[in-house]
C-alpha cells in the first residue's frame, strides 16, 4: 500500500464508507510548531484527505513538515496557513513533496485542482478560491521544478521528542 496517495478501496478499509463523489477531510491531523522563526509546522497525527480531482485519498504521514502555504507576501492576504486553511495548503504541500518520485505520477496541474477543490470545502469564498488557484498556477512552477524540494520528512528521534511533549495527546 501507498503511504501517502491511497486508491477508494484502501482508504474504505480505514474509514469504511464514504462518499467518494465528494473531497472531503477523512481524518483531522494535528500541527505543532516546529520552527517558528520560518513558521514550520510539523505533523504530529496523520491527516487523510478525499480528493475528487485525483479520486485519491492523501495521507500527510506524522512527521511531515510543512509552510501551510509558501506564496509570494502579495498574495498571503488571500490565503493564510492557519485555522481552515491548512487542510487545502496541507494537501497541497505533500503532493508538491512527491512530485517526481516513485510515489506519485501525478501533475502540478492535479496538484493545483486539489488545492482548488478543498478551498471550495473548507468554505472559502468563490473569488478567493479563484484568486488562490490561478496564484498557483501562474507562481507554483517554481516550488514544482525545484530538484530538492522545501519540504521535508523529520527524523525519529526528533519525532519522538515532540511526541513525548504531547504524550497526552497520543494516550
Known sequence: MNEILLNYEEAKQLFGSFDYRKTAILQRGLFDAYSEGSQEWIVLKPCYIWSVSINRCICIPAGFVTDFASIPRIFRPLFTGHGRTRYPA????ILYAIAGSELSSLSRKHADLVLKDLCEVVGM???????????????GFIAWSKKTKDFSFVTPDVFEKYRNYHSELFA
Request: hydrophobic fraction near 55%.
Open 90 to 93: 496541507l494537501a497541497h504541500d
Open 125 to 139: 469564498q468563490k473569488r478567493r478560491v479563484f484568486a488562490v488557484f490561478y496564484a498557483v498556477r501562474l507562481g
